[in-house]
């Protein structure tokens, strides 16, 4: 989501800290696999050639690069965090603690966590209701 707004280094950025988003507790499961897929659909081919799908040897330069952004990037990247976290209906431990270390890194607010999260929740709704109409 907005992912698109991002430029060619912010999106390689982002692809790294969505890999080990999805590797924190373990393999991808198929359904983000299939998110992670969405996400690279659109951040756009030119990205995807570029991108090796492994995850990054440093870590820390990447989260260093994010915190050195500018707010909305951070918003962007932490957002699409959570998109990934939230959905597979698993909200493990790991994954609760490595969004939150992200968080505090990218000095992003609890009320903005709490916006940011309701936009997740609104889409995924958006998603089930549109299913529910063209099935019946």
């Not at 990205?47 to 799908?53: G, K, Q």
Request: hydrophobic share 40%.
């Amino acid at each position: 989501m907005l992912l698109s707004l991002l430029n060619r280094k912010e999106k390689l950025k982002f692809l790294d800290l969505a890999m080990h988003m999805v590797s924190v507790d373990g393999e991808p499961t198929e359904i983000e696999q299939r998110l992670l897929n969405m996400m690279l659909a659109e951040v756009g081919d030119g990205i995807v050639s570029e991108y090796h799908f492994s995850l990054s040897k440093d870590m820390p330069e990447t989260i260093k690069f994010f915190e050195e952004s500018n707010k909305t990037v951070k918003n962007i990247a932490y957002l699409n965090l959570l998109k990934v976290a939230m959905s597979d209906d698993f909200y493990n431990t790991a994954e609760h603690f490595y969004l939150e270390d992200i968080r505090s890194r990218f000095q992003i607010s609890d009320t903005k966590k709490a916006q940011l999260m309701r936009l997740v929740f609104t889409e995924r709704d958006l998603r089930e209701r549109a299913k529910r109409v063209v099935t019946h």
